[in-house]
């Protein structure tokens, strides 16, 4: 049996190190800490190579790939967007392992230069987040990365400042979705690549 046979599998390892705060940040919202997988050395960079490893990839991404000249071992995308706060995290660790450049999503008022924003409705409020608008081009092919898919307002909004700079999505990963919060439909037709359903 190999090493990657005998090893676990990672929803399983995820699901496992992942705690469960009863009503945070608001009564009634169970908030998943994702933060001892991170302090995991092992679980964290099988995390990492998941989400860097979408099991589809929009179809209008592979249009605009670069296959005459691109790097072998392309990786189906030219750059790695996360969503502020843990996407910060997990992005720059997937963007270092797959050899591309990372781009925050942050929330307003926190970039310095010319920025787009977007507002949008999450389980427990409302929200807007920006973008530079230099941080993408036109053509350019985006993973988007973000710990959790609940509603999808927060991803939609992403999705929709990185098509607003031309750019294309070409897969949104996350580590878990809340499957009964319907986020997948609302980002839908996007690919979304999730470690751990629940």
């Not at 005459?68 to 990786?75: A, L, R």
């Not at 499957?179 to 609302?186: D, I, K, M, S, Y």
């Amino acid at each position: 049996m190999s090493t990657a046979e005998a090893l676990p599998p990672l929803d399983e390892v995820i699901a496992g190190l992942a705690v469960d705060v009863p009503d945070f940040p608001e009564p009634g919202v169970v908030f998943r800490d994702l933060t001892p997988v991170f302090a995991d050395g092992p679980a964290f960079r099988r995390m990492v190579e998941g989400l860097a490893a979408p099991s589809f990839v929009d179809p209008r991404a592979a249009a605009v790939a670069h296959t005459d000249d691109g790097p072998s071992g392309d990786p189906g995308f030219d750059v790695v967007v996360g969503v502020e706060a843990r996407g910060f995290l997990l992005a720059a660790a997937v963007a270092l392992h797959s050899g591309v450049g990372v781009v925050p999503v942050r929330k307003a008022g926190k970039l310095p230069r010319a920025r787009i924003a977007a507002d949008y409705a999450l389980e427990y409020g409302t929200a807007t987040i920006e973008m530079h608008t230099d941080s993408l081009h036109p053509g350019q092919r985006v993973l988007l990365v973000d710990d959790v898919l609940a509603t999808g307002g927060t991803l939609a909004a992403a999705v929709a400042l990185i098509e607003e700079l031309g750019a294309v999505v070409t897969a949104v990963s996350v580590v878990i979705e809340l499957a009964a919060l319907g986020g997948r439909q609302r980002i839908a037709p996007h690919a979304v690549h999730t470690l751990w359903t629940t």
